[in-house]
Nanobody, 117 residues
Framework: QVQLVESGGGLVQPGGSLSLSCAAS????????MGWYRQAPGKQRELVATTTTGEPTNYADSVKGRFTISRDNAKNTVYLQMNSLKPEDTAVYYCTAHHRVVGTNYWGKGTLVTVSS
């Protein structure tokens, strides 16, 4: 059974930092493109960042220079370091796993990030 379990969400002040983690099980982690998406209240879910083993990382323009995605294939974990957070970063953040050849997609349940003073 595939599981993606996010952790690290919470409340942070504008300008602050937060780090999210996603532990994966049930997949060959290194073979998957891992990503973070987010959904703000009343808005559509949007891509934040992705990482594929051996390839450059990919970021939404809105988070470039502020967020960093990384992965540890030995620990089956993907991370999202978020700096200089803004109120508009407030959203539920979802971890995803996508296999480009097989076409399978998996989603975590999400973790809430609230940026507010």
């Amino acid at each position: 059974q595939v599981q993606l379990v996010e952790s690290g969400g919470g409340l942070v002040q504008p300008g602050g930092s937060l780090s999210l983690s996603c532990a994966a099980s049930g997949i060959i982690f290194s073979a998957y493109t891992m990503g973070w998406y987010r959904q703000a209240p009343g808005k559509q879910r949007e891509l934040v960042a992705t990482t594929t083993t051996g390839e450059p990382t990919n970021y939404a323009d809105s988070v470039k220079g502020r967020f960093t995605i990384s992965r540890d294939n030995a620990k089956n974990t993907v991370y999202l370091q978020m700096n200089s957070l803004k109120p508009e970063d407030t959203a539920v953040y979802y971890c995803t796993a996508h296999h480009r050849v097989v076409g399978t997609n998996y989603w975590g349940k999400g973790t809430l990030v609230t940026v507010s003073s």
